[in-house]
């Protein structure tokens, strides 16, 4: 008999466009550069009755569901685009609805160019912290963003970086996310990212579907044993930089993850392991999406066909593509059930199985490259552990432990 589904998981991480424009223009950004090009239909700006609408959707969810707490992130396109007074008063309003006892941490994700001492000083105020979209810590890693001038946006994104470092707005510092190029040499790139700071950095693999396959990988043509491993062997030679350093000085969060499902505890990413994955985007408009990273498989991808002024969150648990991605191994391909790797890899970022005539019941188009990373610090975490003594249980019997 087949078991039944598991219940779904509420949301627990709302990301709301307060703005579906951006003031740059990096010619591989996944949102205005995909194959869903949705964003074009959108309002500019959310309404303050959107945003009404939202705050009361995710206190109504919470209470439902009776979270502890939830995480509101504010996004775009460039959030900043968004008077940071108009951002301060959404969160006020969601602490103020949420049931007594849940917690709402919030934040905003930005390119850094519009961020001032006035504009951070606001976002501090409303407890709001601030996380930085960069390349790299050197001008020479950002060349591709640039404004629609194709002016390059490094000169304020460094200003940006040096004034969240500061003593007086370290605590808004939520840190870097930076996409993964294997041009670039990663040792440069890691040591110029902490030279700006940041207490956390997140290193994320470009958006790309076997169908639409990343810069340096061939498409579906290819199969995964003959592939050659780029993303696999550039985070690997970071995350060699990072074990034998003093890891306190920032938190790799794709390395944390794999670390903690090594060792057989739970982790929750995109990237990495089976946790069902909690996170919905209420778009400008107040159309419900499921995550942007979906818009590089095809148009309407992300769609829900759900609003926030008639529909609580609840509905969009019910979703096929909601209870796709909280499915666990149900909505893996064989292949990937088949893998020693499985607990640990999860069958990596959803839509990095998609292939256009196949759907997404596909390893990752970056499995070669996971394979690589895991194995790589799973091989640390063994020369990492102490010897066996006579009669002690081989760490192979251990939970996480992974082939060599």
């Known amino acids: 008999m087949t078991p039944p589904p598991a219940p779904a998981v509420p949301f627990r991480q709302f990301v709301v466009k307060v703005n579906s424009r951006c003031n740059l223009a990096c010619d591989y950004c996944y949102m205005y550069f995909a194959a869903d090009q949705g964003w074009r239909a959108q309002p500019v700006s959310v309404s303050d ?15 439902t569901h009776r979270l502890p707490a939830v995480s509101l992130v ?36 930005t390119n850094g160019v519009l961020l001032t001492e006035a504009r951070l000083r606001r976002l501090a105020a409303a407890r709001i912290s601030v996380g930085l979209s960069l390349d790299g810590g050197l001008a020479a890693h950002n060349e591709r963003r640039v404004d629609h001038a194709g002016r390059p946006a490094w000169p304020a994104v460094e200003r940006a970086a040096r004034l969240l470092a500061t003593p007086r707005h370290r605590r808004s510092y939520a840190g870097f996310i930076s996409v993964v190029d294997p041009d670039t040499d990663p040792a440069e790139v890691y040591t110029s990212l902490l030279r700006l700071g940041p207490p956390a950095i997140s290193f994320l693999l470009p958006h790309a579907t076997w169908s639409r396959p990343p810069p340096g990988l061939p498409g579906a043509e290819v199969p995964v044993p003959a592939r050659p491993t ?10 060699d930089l990072w074990w034998h350093a003093d890891r306190r000085g ?28 909690t996170a919905v985007v209420v778009e400008t408009d107040g159309s419900v999406e499921q995550v942007d990273s979906l818009k590089v498989t095809y148009p309407g991808a992300a769609a829900t066909g759900l609003h926030v002024a008639r529909d609580p969150f609840d509905a969009a648990l019910d979703h096929p593509g909601v209870a796709a991605r909280q499915a666990g191994r149900a909505a893996l391909a064989p292949a990937c059930l088949r893998c020693p790797l499985l607990d640990v890899c999860g069958g990596g970022h959803y839509a990095h199985r998609y292939r256009e005539g196949h759907g997404f019941r596909n390893p990752s188009v970056y499995c070669a490259d996971l394979d690589r990373l895991i194995r790589h610090v799973a091989a640390a975490l063994r020369d990492a552990s102490p010897p066996r003594t006579a009669g002690q249980p081989s760490s192979r019997d251990q939970p996480g432990e992974v082939p060599a």
Do not use: K, M, N
């Open 230 to 239: 780029p993303y696999g062997d550039w985070l690997a030679a970071v995350f």
């Open 74 to 109: 504010l996004h775009g396109g460039e959030p900043l685009l968004t008077d940071p007074a108009r951002l301060a008063a959404f969160v006020r309003e969601t602490r103020e609805r949420v049931p007594a006892g849940c917690e709402v941490h919030a934040s905003v994700q």
């Open 250 to 277: 920032a938190r790799i969060r794709l390395f944390q993850e794999c670390i903690a499902l090594l060792l057989g505890l739970p982790a929750a990413g995109e990237t990495l392991g089976l946790q069902p994955f």
């Open 49 to 63: 009755e959107t945003l009404r609408h939202v705050a009361h959707r995710v206190a109504e969810h919470a209470a």
